[in-house]
């Protein structure tokens, strides 16, 4: 069953920015697969290939500017799609935040939470029309503190 | 972008956050979390009912501290409160802070629950959309029970907004894989197959992830969506990029819809319909083609989006392997990717043509890009591209580049990342054993293995090899000049002291007519590595010492010497005293029949299959499917190797059948056993 198992953002200095979990799994493996993973993407060299080989699993990854994103899937996945959905995730926030930069996901963790929710479910892409999905998230802003009509 | 929040904005998180960041020290961090929560579980404990906003904050807070690492035991009935406020940014964050903190209290649960099913039922499609991500993200059985059979229908409805149809159907997926037999699909299956020709793009891309798990597990009840799939591919594929207007990606025309086709159709066998079979060729050929094309913009995305489409295609013409023009063109490609500037194409390229290796029509056509590929492991730079090299260097040997293959292998193996030698290892035995037609390059190779990669030579490699050097008698002699020599070099592996000892207690005797290899040196040989070597090696040395006493009657006085002494004889370690004692008794009571009896030369083993081969299977699973598929071509004689022989011929079997003795059986296997 072809999945993406999970989805990390972290700096170059290893502070978690977000986890997204598509499987269960206990909270003391997660810690330490994130401890694992993060050591082996940040010693790679800029000329390596995106995609590596950990456990059962392909990572593939990207750096934008301080943050690297990564996506763990499984081995008979489509990587190159892989990298593209990162690159769509990324141009959902900019999009978002006008700009994105580290720091609008560490003050803003639950909306990049939200942008991401709207964008991948269950490890899969919902729609691939960015406008289709910043139109859902903007909706959503709108409907702040106001209190919804019964439909 | 100011780093301030967006939106609603809770001030109180944002100075929250900007205090943890501007901790000096972890200490201070946890003191200044640890304050925050007492603060917070004051509140929740406060007599004053707190307001949604508030609320809303201290669960994002909550959120935030047990996202950094820290363990959270409370604020899950706060959560779950949120849930049912009609307030969007609220329930929100209810929400997350459920899908993230998951808790199984059978109470919560069932207030979860109880929203959830609120929430599918109001109607409002926001609402619904977050408790069907809420269902998709927890994925319980609990979540599962209560909703499975409400989804599908939601799902199918007409008057079903696309966006709830997208979640329904990804949330559908994610009970489905985790509680299969609750996700009765049934009566829906018609309709569910039939929203493959929605007309929303999102919705076709969500229900495809669906259908193509249903089908994995129910081929023949989804098998209409075949000829669906095909029609939507080939719409996609002949479709210029303005066409799909939002759909079009970097230029690329729906990648990922065309990409999930693609995967969709590769559950089942080739369409048996000839006209949709047709459209397929032609959609594949067409795929094929724009990849000739010059593309349409510089950027990476464009690349990888058609690339991605490019190798779908090409797994798809794989998994068929049907279509010999395909897999041809499909081999001239990847062939091209092999020296591509990019090295995430030059990686593809290799993973992929490893599933091309084994396919009769294309074996010979990946052959032909030998060089590049041992270009490929010498020169690459990054590790995980080189062992793709090596992967499919193994994929395609045969017996025409056996031995070249084998060469370039040990060489890569001198210097190969440690995570990957015993895999290597295995490999090359494989191969070595495999494609041997003079067996005396086998025993070569092996012994090479043990000299480059000692430590990761497991003992299926080294006992393999000395059950093929016992049942053929053309490579005994050589087997045991060649062991004797390596034996020489002062730094030994202890492994090539166990094939040795064995080796030469066996077979001492073919080259102990010459001076430099008399009895006497080889017993001062093997005895010199004695002290180094581990209790097992130790016990098969002591083996091999009485061994020779049989066979050298003149060593048996300097033998018995060494036996009779204190370290032997009063060993610590019961096996070795054991030995030592009973091979010294046997050595001096026996007459030289009884002895010549009892040490006959080793029978051949029986004919059995290889474990080394199980073993690299189990080490790497799914990726051995190219190696077993490999493997079954080769045993049906394929052209590819002209009938291997896999191992001795009865005849010269027969010949060395002569009585065991009980003795025998104890050093049969190779295997030292502490029971008799």
Redesign the interface.
């Known amino acids: ?3 993406m198992r999970f989805m990390l953002l972290f700096s170059r200095q290893g502070k ?1 920015r977000l ?1 997204k979990w598509y499987t ?1 799994t206990a909270e003391r493996d997660k ?1 330490k697969m994130v401890r694992d993973l993060m050591q082996i993407v940040l010693a790679r ?1 800029p ?7 950990w456990r ?1 699993l392909k990572i593939v990854y990207k750096r934008y500017a301080s943050l690297y994103f990564c996506c763990a899937v499984e ?2 996945d ?4 892989t ?3 990162i ?2 995730f990324v141009e959902l926030l900019d999009k ?6 580290e ?2 996901i ?6 990049a ?2 942008i991401l ?1 709207e964008f991948l ?2 490890g ?9 999905v910043l139109k ?1 998230i903007e ?3 709108l ?6 009509i ?2 | 972008m100011p780093a301030v929040s967006k939106g609603d904005g809770m001030r109180g998180l944002a100075v929250f956050i900007s205090d943890i960041r501007n901790c000096k020290s972890k200490e201070a961090e946890i003191k200044r979390i640890n304050k925050e929560l007492a603060n917070i579980r004051s509140k929740f404990k406060g007599d004053k009912a707190l307001d949604g906003y508030s609320k809303k904050k201290y669960v994002c807070k909550l959120l935030f501290i047990f996202l950094l690492g820290h363990d959270i035991d409370f604020g899950h009935m706060e959560a779950v409160n949120l849930l049912s406020s009609n307030k969007y940014t609220e329930k929100q964050i209810g929400y997350l802070f459920i899908s993230v903190l998951v808790n199984s209290n059978s109470e919560l649960i069932r207030l979860i629950n109880n929203a959830i099913k609120n929430d599918l039922s109001s109607r409002n499609p926001t609402f619904m959309c977050l408790a069907l991500h809420c269902i998709a993200n927890v994925g319980s059985r609990e979540m599962a029970e209560a909703f499975a059979s409400e989804i599908p229908r939601i799902l199918v409805a007409g008057d079903t907004m696309d966006s709830v149809k997208q979640s329904a159907a990804l949330c559908l997926l994610r009970l489905y894989k985790t509680s299969p037999d609750l996700v009765l699909m049934g009566e829906w299956t018609s309709r569910v197959v039939h929203l493959l020709n929605d007309q929303h793009m999102g919705v076709v891309t969500a229900a495809i992830s669906l259908i193509t798990c249903l089908s994995q597990k129910n081929p023949d009840e989804f098998k209409t969506c075949v000829s669906l799939a095909v029609s939507r591919l080939s719409r996609i594929v002949s479709s210029a990029s303005t066409d799909l207007q939002d759909y079009t990606y970097y230029f690329v025309p729906a990648p990922w819809l065309s990409c999930k086709l693609l995967r969709l159709l590769q559950c089942y066998p080739p369409p048996e319909d000839g006209a949709v079979k047709g459209r397929l060729v032609e959609c594949l050929e067409t795929i094929l083609n724009k990849a000739q094309e010059p593309p349409k913009s510089k950027k990476v995305q464009h690349s990888n989006a058609k690339n991605a489409i490019l190798f779908e295609a090409i797994s798809l013409i794989i998994h068929y392997d049907s279509e010999p023009n395909l897999l041809v063109r499909a081999c001239n490609q990847l062939g091209q990717f092999l020296q591509h500037r990019e090295t995430n194409l030059r990686y593809l390229a290799l993973e992929s043509m490893c599933t091309l290796a084994s396919s009769e029509f294309s074996h010979e056509a990946v052959k032909t890009h030998i060089e590049t590929v041992i270009n490929a492991l010498k020169t690459e730079r990054d590790v995980s591209v080189r062992q793709r090299a090596a992967d499919l260097l193994y994929a395609m040997c045969d017996r025409s580049n056996a031995k070249q293959i084998v060469a370039e292998m040990l060489s890569y193996l001198e210097t190969a990342d440690y995570s990957i030698r015993e895999e290597m290892v295995l490999k090359v035995a494989i191969l070595a054993e495999k494609y041997a037609v003079d067996y005396s390059w086998y025993v070569d190779t092996i012994l090479n293995l043990i000299r480059i990669a000692g430590d990761y030579v497991s003992e299926e490699v080294w006992y393999r090899v000395i059950q093929i050097v016992i049942n053929r008698d053309d490579v005994q002699g050589y087997a045991a000049k060649t062991v004797f020599e390596a034996l020489q070099a002062p730094a030994c592996h202890e492994n090539m002291v166990k094939v040795g000892g064995y080796i030469l207690g066996e077979f001492g005797n073919l080259i102990a007519g010459d001076p430099r290899s008399s009895p006497l040196v080889q017993f001062n040989l093997l005895h010199s590595k004695f002290h180094l070597c581990s209790v097992p090696t130790r016990a098969l040395l002591l083996s091999a010492y009485i061994k020779f006493i049989n066979l050298f009657p003149e060593t048996k006085t300097t033998i018995q010497e060494v036996l009779r002494c204190d370290s032997q004889i009063r060993n610590s370690d019961v096996e070795l005293q054991q030995r030592a004692v009973e091979y010294l008794k046997l050595s001096s009571i026996a007459s030289t029949d009884v002895l010549a009896t009892v040490l006959e030369e080793m029978p051949p083993f029986p004919e059995r299959e290889s474990s080394i081969l199980a073993k690299l299977k189990k080490k790497k699973g799914p990726g051995a499917v190219s190696v077993t598929e490999l493997e079954d071509n080769k045993r049906e004689g394929g052209e590819l190797n002209g009938g291997a022989d896999r191992g001795p011929d009865s005849a010269a079997m027969a010949a060395k059948n002569r009585p065991m003795s009980n003795f025998s059986t104890h050093c049969h296997s190779g295997k030292i056993t502490n029971n008799r």
């Open positions: 069953l072809k999945t978690l986890q269960a810690k060299k000329k390596m290939c995106s995609f590596l080989e059962d081995e008979q489509n990587e190159l799609i990298l593209e959905v690159h769509r978002y935040f006008g700009s994105v930069c720091l609008d560490i003050f803003n963790f639950e909306k939470y939200f929710d479910m269950g899969e892409i919902q729609d691939t029309s960015k406008k289709s859902a909706q959503s802003d409907l702040q503190e106001v209190s919804c019964q439909y």
